[in-house]
């Protein structure tokens, strides 16, 4: 069974602290991993999609790298605008596209 | 581009009646769209997987005598919560996944918060 567990569950940022959130997966043949920003009673906003070990996809301040099991989202200089929770999710070839998604992590960037 | 609607974003309705989500994709045709379910502070839970002109393909655990998907057209997908109960009060978003070469990505809606009372 495909697995997502992304840490930490929250995290709390000065504006200007750069830090990384981490998504760990386990799937059986790797189609594609997304990152996407949910905002608080809104459906989630796509971001990435990394498709094999050693990629690395950039945008504005976030960019997001994968290995063979994890992913990790880097977040250089955040501001408030960035807070958010970013949800982490997997792709299994050959399963029409299914999405198995992990729980989160809650963001806050403070001034 | 890839903007999926929903509607309504927002419901109240009394138990034991049937409400209905409507999810579009509006600039671009949708192979496959699916439905998710979002308890607070929980993550997505797929529902259902719907292909445009075939059944529904139901998640363990799901009724799908109670929650009934059409998917009409390659831009049109519909929820049906019939006899709805208080348990079944939720965060409903449906995402599309678009009909061209290449890109795995799902597109999401805004969701639609349903309420029963």
């Known amino acids: 069974e495909d697995q997502v567990t992304q840490s930490p569950e929250a995290l709390r940022l000065q504006e200007g602290e750069s830090s990384s959130l981490n998504c760990s997966y386990t799937?059986?043949?790797?189609?594609?991993l997304f990152w996407y920003r949910q905002d608080p009673g809104k459906g989630p906003e796509f971001l990435f999609t990394l498709y094999s070990a050693g990629e690395e996809k950039e945008k504005e301040r976030l960019k997001a790298t994968l290995t063979k099991k994890e992913s990790f989202l880097h977040i250089t200089a955040p501001k408030p605008e960035d807070s958010a929770t970013y949800l982490c999710?997997?792709?299994?070839?050959?399963?029409?596209?299914?999405?198995?998604f992990g729980t989160g992590t809650r963001l806050q960037v403070t001034l | 581009g890839a903007v999926v609607s929903q509607h309504p974003s927002w419901v109240i309705c009394k138990s034991g009646t049937s409400v209905k989500i409507e999810c579009r994709s509006l600039?671009?045709?949708?192979?496959?769209m699916f439905w998710y379910r979002q308890f607070p502070k929980q993550s997505l839970m797929l529902m259902a997987t719907?292909?445009?002109?075939?059944?529904?393909?139901?998640e363990q655990g799901v009724e799908k005598d109670k929650f009934l998907i059409n998917h009409a057209s390659l831009t049109l997908s519909t929820l049906t919560v019939t006899s709805a109960h208080p348990e079944d009060s939720s965060f409903y978003i449906c995402?599309?996944?678009?009909?061209?070469?290449?890109?795995?990505?799902?597109?999401f809606g805004p969701g639609t918060r349903l309420t029963v009372t």
């Open positions: 719907s292909n445009e002109g075939s059944k529904a393909t139901y």
């Open positions: 600039d671009f045709q949708a192979t496959t």
């Open positions: 799937v059986s043949g790797l189609r594609g």
């Open positions: 999710a997997v792709q299994a070839g050959g399963t029409a596209s299914k999405l198995t």
């Open positions: 995402s599309a996944h678009p009909k061209r070469p290449g890109g795995y990505e799902q597109y």
